[in-house]
């Protein structure tokens, strides 16, 4: 089998929530450069559990980078090397015969490690149920042009509404901040006309459940829209930060 | 907790107070190197001392200086804070970090950048501000011909025990005023004949160019200010004009004073 590459990798291997955990190293042996980086974990652990040892827990599901579950931190990037993918759209033609790659986690005090590679991302739900949502009834299908939204907002708000989810923001960023998903989450609801009910009540219950979790604060680095795979843009923080502020200066909603 | 309590102990309340204060001490910067530029004349420092003077004691000044002490303290503050808690939301890091693959340096660096900003003003302040406040400066005296202002007699006045009082006269019998000034252009040039001193003046503002050319744009975006047709020209400003034109003119004044020194 010509074209095929052996890595040596070393994983972050942890029992559960609170084990210290460590890096073990792992040879992945005749890893073809058309396989996926969750398909080649998929060989690693069939000859770890042929030898009887614990397969290496991560997190995946859809593996056509929709749902945001998969969340590998590998070589010092969420996701990997390659630009707007998740891990499971991450191909090992990315790299190269005889390469290490370190496969860690995402480090943050809201994303406890559940086991190896897999985390609790709990706290993004929490932050949706403190408000990012629409409590009226928005009814069956309209009929087209019956609410009417310029173009440029829809596609806007659609924009935003990629975002999956995954935590690669707070995983780049160097405060472990969640400042991306949650300015994503608050705009897909203020730009339509839907959201406006709940619109500043919306900003400070999710930027108050966002500060309850422990996240970091931004800092502007960028990192975050760098890494997304959903390519979330650094407008949505902008744009929370005006909904907040407005929210909290000229607006006379408080939270619940 | 109160309304206003509460959004300044949120996490976008604290990037507001940091956004503000920061822009605030950049128009401070604007000012003072605007100001400063009078240590380029060729006057004994009749120009600069008497700027010094009005500086110091103009009421509205005073007040705006004050406004800006308040600001450095807040910024360094609320920079910690956040920092602290920032460290707080990761407490295991990666065993492989790699930051320049997805943001530039001055951002992931303004911490360390700030903290050297911070002994810089520290410094500054103890050698000029604070001498000049209660340090014993020497006074100057100049007689400026009214009828021929570019000739001015410049003389050290002795330190006494009795103070001179800051005067700003005209004398219509000899035909010109005269100026008595505590002479901080002096302490200037003393300061900077030092070349160590001045390589720590560079450095400094090696660190502030960095700080702004994050800082300046950074800012605006905390305050949610990002219209595409105005994002440009901010970065335009915050990368030339304040990563570059202020730091390199501030760095060009003990350059000067150590170049003159020396020929």
Not at chain 2, 151 to 168: F, R, W
């Amino acid at each position: 089998m010509s074209g095929h590459m052996n890595l040596t990798l070393k994983v972050w291997r942890q029992k559960n929530e609170n084990d210290r955990g460590g890096f073990i190293t792992y040879k992945a042996t005749d890893i073809s450069p058309d396989m996926s980086f969750l398909e080649m974990l998929d060989v690693v652990n069939e000859s770890l559990v042929k030898r009887g040892e614990d397969p290496i827990y991560f997190d995946h599901d859809c593996r056509e980078g929709i749902c945001g579950m998969c969340s590998l931190y590998i070589n010092g990037r969420p996701h990997g090397p390659k630009r707007a993918i998740t891990t499971c759209q991450l191909h090992m033609r990315s790299f190269s015969d005889g390469e290490t790659i370190t496969i860690e986690p995402w480090r943050s005090a809201a994303f406890p490690v559940i086991k190896d590679l897999a985390t609790n991302r709990a706290a993004f739900e929490r932050i949706q149920q403190a408000g990012g949502f629409v409590s009226v009834g928005t009814g069956g299908v309209p009929d087209a042009n019956e609410i009417p939204i310029p173009k440029v907002i829809a596609d806007e708000a659609f924009n935003s509404a990629t975002c999956i989810g995954c935590g690669a923001c707070v995983a780049a960023c160097k405060n472990a901040s969640a400042m991306l998903f949650v300015s994503a989450k608050i705009s897909q609801l203020a730009l339509l006309p839907q959201g406006q009910q709940e619109r500043y009540q919306r900003a400070q219950a999710m930027v108050a459940q966002m500060d309850e979790e422990g996240f970091g604060n931004c800092t502007n680095t960028g990192a975050c829209e760098a890494e997304c795979p959903k390519e979330i843009s650094l407008t949505n923080i902008a744009r929370m930060n005006r909904e907040f502020f407005s929210a909290k200066f000229f607006k006379e909603e408080e939270i619940r | 907790m109160g309304n206003f309590s509460n959004t300044f102990s949120s996490s976008l309340g604290k990037k507001l107070v940091m956004s503000l204060t920061g822009l605030f001490m950049c128009s401070f910067l604007v000012v003072h190197l605007v100001g400063n530029l009078q240590l380029f004349k060729h006057d004994g420092g009749l120009a600069f001392n008497t700027y010094a003077y009005f500086m110091t004691h103009f009421p509205p000044i005073k007040v705006v200086s004050y406004l800006l002490y308040t600001s450095i303290v807040l910024h360094a503050i609320y920079a910690l804070v956040l920092t602290m808690k920032n460290k707080k939301a990761r407490p295991i890091g990666y065993a492989v970090t790699n930051g320049k693959a997805n943001s530039p340096w001055t951002s992931r660096n303004m911490g360390i950048l700030g903290t050297v900003l911070l002994v810089f003003i520290i410094i500054h302040m103890n050698t000029f501000w604070a001498k000049y406040h209660w340090g014993g400066v020497p006074y100057k005296k100049y007689v400026i011909e009214l009828q021929n202002p570019e000739h001015v007699q410049v003389t050290d006045l002795p330190i006494s025990s009795v103070e001179p009082v800051h005067t700003d006269a005209v004398d219509l019998q000899s035909g010109s005023r005269v100026v008595i000034a505590k002479d901080l252009y002096l302490i200037v040039q003393n300061a900077f004949e030092s070349p160590l001193y001045v390589a720590f003046y560079v450095l400094a503002m090696a660190a502030l160019s960095f700080h702004l050319i994050h800082g300046f744009r950074s800012a605006f975006q905390t305050l949610g200010w990002d219209h595409k047709k105005y994002i440009p020209l901010i970065r335009f400003i915050g990368v030339w004009g304040f990563g570059l034109l202020i730091p390199i003119v501030f760095a060009a004044m003990p350059l000067f004073f150590l170049f003159k020194t020396f020929s």
